[in-house]
């Protein structure tokens, strides 16, 4: 079976590996400072699911941290490219102007070929978009906006406080796409009141969207220290996929998924110091080798 990775379509367009650094823009989430609620969605740690990203400092500082540790880890050279990728929080959320600042500000670095933004889709104002269209045309590098969308079912956006229904997120989508910006959406699989039929049909629908949806996260569930989630499985513990369960589930999504559709991660880390379950998924190596083989076997 084949699916378009990332890493595939970014040597593909670019004609070189690249590489991501994430960042931090310093904005709160609406579901956190009591606009919509507080506490954050039920899986979301403190860090914003950005427990990787650099500190907050000037962006420039945070960009040249960034590259720096990517750069310890590659052979020594030049001419190394990367996606600066504000992570943590919701980072369309304040003003307009001093965030598009910011974007600038890492857009411009010659080094940074794509700027990917993740957000919420109840905080994209009419203006927000027009100004990172703006960006995009004038810098002459594509803009990424990565919505947190995490289910189709509104049982389980209800459940996990995400704070806005779909008719929100297909209203941001269709407005981001008529702009001209890609489109990413974070999808979680693993939520335990999920059947595996509602988790195909969360993927069903993304891969139904028309304009066609340019990238798509799949996420595993991780239950997190000092999350409500965590709380709840402290409390009571509910079942979490196993690498079989989660590969099984996996192959299927990717198979439903449009060609052109890049796919951006097929699981993602939990940061082992605050990881409840499940720990089978602190061991990368495993964890990627063992769905790489299942892929190649569908």
Not at 278 to 286: E, I, N, Q, V
């Amino acid at each position: 079976m084949y699916y378009l990775s990332l890493s595939d379509y970014l040597k593909r367009i670019y004609g070189q590996k690249v590489y991501k650094i994430s960042l931090q823009s310093g904005c709160s989430c609406p579901n956190r400072d009591g606009t919509i609620s507080r506490g954050g969605c039920t899986f979301c740690s403190e860090g914003g699911s950005g427990d990787f990203a650099a500190p907050l400092l000037p962006i420039s500082e945070q960009i040249a941290i960034g590259i720096k540790r990517v750069e310890a880890k590659l052979p020594k050279g030049s001419g190394h490219r990367f996606i600066a990728y504000f992570q943590s929080y919701t980072n369309t959320y304040g003003d307009t102007h001093k965030l598009i600042g910011l974007f600038e500000e890492a857009i411009r670095d010659e080094r940074v070929i794509v700027l990917s933004i993740g957000t919420r889709p109840d905080c994209l104002s009419d203006e927000m978009i027009s100004e990172l269209k703006k960006l995009q045309e004038r810098y002459h590098k594509k803009i990424w906006v990565e919505l947190g969308l995490q289910s189709v079912h509104d049982y389980t956006a209800r459940r996990i406080n995400r704070g806005y229904l779909l008719p929100v997120f297909e209203d941001s989508y269709r407005r981001l796409k008529a702009a001209g910006l890609a489109v990413i959406v974070h999808v979680i699989v693993g939520f335990p009141w999920e059947s595996e039929n509602d988790i195909l049909a969360t993927v069903k629908y993304l891969s139904d969207l028309h304009p066609v949806l340019d990238g798509i996260k799949l996420q595993l569930l991780h239950i997190l220290k000092g999350t409500k989630l965590g709380d709840e499985y402290m409390r009571n513990p509910f079942h979490v996929l196993s690498l079989e369960e989660y590969c099984s589930i996996l192959i299927k999504c990717l198979k439903l998924l449009p060609e052109e559709t890049v796919v951006h991660r097929i699981t993602g880390d939990g940061p082992k110091k605050i990881l409840i379950a499940p720990l089978w998924s602190g061991d990368k190596k495993r964890v990627l080798n063992t769905i790489n083989k299942a892929v190649k076997e569908a």
